[in-house]
């Protein structure tokens, strides 16, 4: 059914429940894992001139590497791994992989780092979501801990 799939990645221990689960996937159906890490280089326009934007454009292909890397470390030995570090907006360039002829399902998480990178993250998930031409798997990447946390409170404000 899955020959491809496609999985974003950020380089974040929290991301790697996705991958764990594109893993499962790959071995279920024979299927190869692609892994890319998107430099969002748009982030970085209004630095100013003289900041050299070389060193920080290495600075975060080295970043995406390691993420990428990270992803081949933890690659069962029975599933194929290939790896790409691109950049651009990440919801558009993942959109952009995740065509039939590529890869025909892609996974990801629906959080990864935390504070405002969480936010952003969520809302690539739901933009790669509504624009994908081929199934989207989301996963739910915040520790199991603190969803129970969560759980926890918010019985606690209805009780109450």
């Known amino acids: 059914m899955y020959d491809c799939i496609l999985v974003p990645t950020d380089g974040s221990s929290e991301g790697e429940r996705a991958v764990e689960y594109a893993f499962d996937l790959a071995r279920a159906h024979g299927a190869t894992v692609r892994a890319i890490y998107v430099v969002n ?10 900041t050299a934007w070389d060193g920080i ?4 292909r080295e970043e995406g590497q390691a993420a990428v890397d990270r992803v081949v470390e933890l690659a069962p030995e029975d599933v194929t791994v290939e790896t790409q570090v691109l950049e651009g907006s990440p919801s558009r360039v993942i959109v952009s992989q995740a065509q039939p002829e590529k890869c025909d399902l892609v996974v990801m998480g629906t959080h990864g780092r935390g504070g ?18 081929v199934p989207v798997l989301t996963v739910q990447v915040e520790e199991l801990e603190e969803r129970e946390s969560e759980v926890a409170q918010n019985a606690e404000a209805t009780v109450e």
């Open 57 to 60: 454009s290495d600075a975060l």
């Open 41 to 50: 280089a748009a982030n970085y326009g209004g630095l100013p001139m003289e």
């Open 116 to 133: 405002i990178d969480r936010l952003l993250l969520g809302s690539v998930a739901e933009r790669v979501v509504r624009r994908s031409p």
